[in-house]
């Protein structure tokens, strides 16, 4: 008779959670994007994946004292080059590594454009933030059922590859899952509903191979509910199956602090897997010393100003900064050649980091 297959294993326990969180540094790190790629299909496709790039811009990570990336993959990596994808995996773990950075890495993300294509991805449109960013999976794999065994090969193959790695911090199943686009592209209309159903099995693909990093996927709004409404749908899965709880806020300290405490009632670690908006008041002088008092994690979005051009506001979809830059740089850290934007904050975050 054949063996039967080993139990799908439960969510971690909050003591076990919080066991394997006592162990981490305090996780500080940014949404990383090497300069050259648009996106995250650009990141790892094997013509243009950068080594030297990565190696270079994770150094000056480490040298404001990060301690994690929150990195982004996606499904048609997988089904494009298995071995090749692995073979990326595995080296940008090594130089990550060496820089003593654990990267947080993230499988599906409902942000900006729905239709993915693999090979040469197109230019920056100018004046435009993150004008190439992908989804994953596409709006014609949510859709189609049929393509879900893909799906869940990826992130089998992924996870599973990995899932003994101590040099991952965890995995970020699902990047805003409900996010819609509406302002920038065409979303399908039922998308909130294809993904409350499929967002439990992405849970449960991962845990069924086992992995030794613990799972989470962000909630981004609607947390806390105001005025006594209810929890989201998708923020209560997020928060029901996540063994550790991630959340991100663009917002000043105040309802930074607000949306802390309201966490802390579910007993787990906390993550805060974006936040930084300069002209929002969410800055690292002000939300890296509310974290750190909570012993919350703190990854902020954008690193290096590159082809993503998130230095721009999200109004520039609107109003493309074509000739005239933003007074203030919305999200990023470092100029491409690797100059501070402000070096009074890259000082302040050595200072904080111990670095």
């Not at 993150?130 to 799906?151: F, H, T």
Request: aromatic share 12%; glycine share 6%.
């Amino acid at each position: 008779m054949a063996p039967l297959l080993a139990a799908q294993p439960p969510r971690w326990s909050a003591e076990q959670a919080n066991a394997w969180y006592a162990q981490q540094p305090w996780l500080v790190g940014s949404n990383y994007l090497p300069a050259d790629a648009i996106n995250e299909l650009e990141m790892w496709q094997g013509d243009s994946f950068d080594a030297k790039r990565i190696d270079l811009e994770l150094g000056w990570a480490q040298g404001l004292g990060m301690t994690t990336m929150r990195v982004f993959l996606h499904d048609l990596l997988w089904e494009q080059d298995k071995a090749g994808f692995t073979k990326r995996l595995s080296t940008f773990l090594t130089i990550a590594n060496k820089h003593h950075i654990k990267p947080l890495f993230v499988l599906f993300d409902s942000c900006w454009d729905p239709n993915p294509k693999l090979g040469k991805q197109h230019a920056p449109t100018p004046g435009v933030h993150n004008s190439g960013w992908v989804q994953s999976p596409g709006a014609s794999a949510l859709e189609d059922e049929r393509q879900y065994p893909r799906l869940k090969a990826y992130v089998q193959g992924v996870v599973g590859a990995f899932a003994n790695d101590k040099r991952i911090l965890g995995w970020d199943v699902w990047n805003e899952p409900d996010n819609r686009n509406d302002s920038s592209y065409k979303d399908p209309k039922n998308k909130g509903e294809l993904i409350e159903a499929l967002l439990p099995r992405v849970f449960a693909w991962a845990r069924e191979v086992h992995p030794v990093q613990p799972l989470t996927s962000g909630v981004w709004h609607g947390v806390p509910p105001a005025n006594g409404a209810e929890i989201p749908a998708m923020a209560k899965i997020q928060l029901e199956q996540s063994d550790v709880i991630s959340f991100h806020s663009y917002d000043p300290p105040k309802e930074f602090s607000a949306e802390v405490k309201w966490l802390q009632q579910f007993g787990r670690p906390i993550l805060c897997t974006e936040y930084m908006a300069r002209p929002r008041g969410s800055t690292f002088e002000a939300i890296l010393p509310v974290a750190k008092e909570a012993k919350v994690a703190a990854i902020n979005w954008g690193f290096v100003a590159g082809k993503s051009q998130t230095y721009l506001p999200w109004d520039s979809w609107q109003k493309p900064y074509v000739d005239h830059p933003p007074a203030v740089w919305f999200h990023d850290i470092f100029k491409e050649d690797g100059k501070a934007y402000r070096p009074d904050e890259t000082a302040f975050i050595r200072k904080i980091t111990g670095k």
